[in-house]
């Protein structure tokens, strides 16, 4: 094994098991009512436990690596460092459906180097769903290897976000899930975008789409799926950025059931 891959490995499993930490902090929520604040409207929540996983996320991993940068959603971490390590962490992924006890959530951890994601753990501790994926190297489900679904869109579930946060999108992001909707076998809304990837990955879902995502929610998720053999692309067909935390659509899936779903317009990859 070469020294990168040692290293790669070495920061995979160093991150596995801070997500799995993190896991128990978020399954530690056991009052019925857990408190939230609202960020930028009413539907955008962050509770006690997303700032705990956080600082405890950032504080394990920069003793680890303390040049790292950092790029997570609940703020107080230098976003403008895109050179050398950067660690891109979302502490929940599906806040909402924490709030509610739905047993829908994740812990999304990223590091990219130099703008390039290198290795991404989705860490599920409801279902105790491990996804991981290093550059390179496949992407793994509780340490087996996965693959997308090759089955074409009609025999297949098209997973959606719906930009919760901007409801300018809102009537956009129907329409599209309206044309999509006959051709399908049916559509589900999860609430955890970074979830909606890893089970692309899985080949549990052809396609998954939203309109406006963060960094942070779709950074592991995307290495995952596309180290499982997903197609990954901004809705316009571009290629997705991972270095600053620009705000970007993203639409990942078999090029099979991307093509059919005519959801990137005038969409020419192979
Ligand atoms: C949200 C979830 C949701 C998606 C939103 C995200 P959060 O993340 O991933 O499924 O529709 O766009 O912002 O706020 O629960 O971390
Ligand atoms: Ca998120
Ligand atoms: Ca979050």
Redesign the pocket.
């Known amino acids: 094994m070469k020294d990168d891959e040692r290293q790669q490995n070495e920061l995979r499993r160093i991150i596995v098991d801070i997500a799995k930490e993190c896991g128990d902090i978020m399954r530690s929520a056991h009052e019925i009512t857990i408190r939230t604040d609202t960020k930028s409207g009413f539907r ?2 962050v509770t006690e436990y ?1 700032r705990k996983i956080q600082a405890y996320a950032v504080k394990r991993l920069s003793q680890i690596y303390p040049s790292a940068g950092f790029i997570c ?1 609940e703020g107080d971490t230098d976003t403008t460092e895109p050179e050398g390590l950067t660690f891109i962490i ?9 709030t509610h006890h739905y047993g829908h ?1 994740c812990i999304s951890i990223c590091c990219a180097e130099n703008g390039v994601p290198m290795v991404g753990v989705v860490y599920d501790p409801f279902k105790d769903e491990l996804f991981t994926a290093e550059r390179g190297e496949g992407a793994y489900l509780n340490g087996e290897q996965i693959h997308i679904s090759d089955a074409a869109l009609d025999g297949s579930l098209v997973l959606f ?5 901007n409801l300018k999108l809102a009537d956009e992001t129907l329409a599209r899930v309206r044309s999509i909707y006959g051709k399908c076998q049916d559509v589900r ?8 990837l890893c089970y692309v990955a899985a080949g549990r879902a052809g396609l998954y789409f ?1 309109l ?3 960094i ?2 779709y950074a592991a998720g995307a290495l995952i799926a596309e180290e499982a053999g997903a197609s990954v692309f901004t809705i316009d067909g571009e290629k997705l950025q991972f270095i600053r935390p620009d705000k970007s659509s993203v639409i990942a899936g078999s090029i099979k059931c991307i093509k059919e779903s005519n959801l990137i317009v005038n969409f020419r990859a192979n």
Do not use: K, Q, V
């Open positions: 955008d929540l997303d959603e979302d502490p929940i992924d599906g806040t909402a459906n924490f959530s976000g719906t930009a919760p946060y809304r999860t609430g955890s975008a970074a979830l909606d939203e406006e995502l963060s942070w929610d």
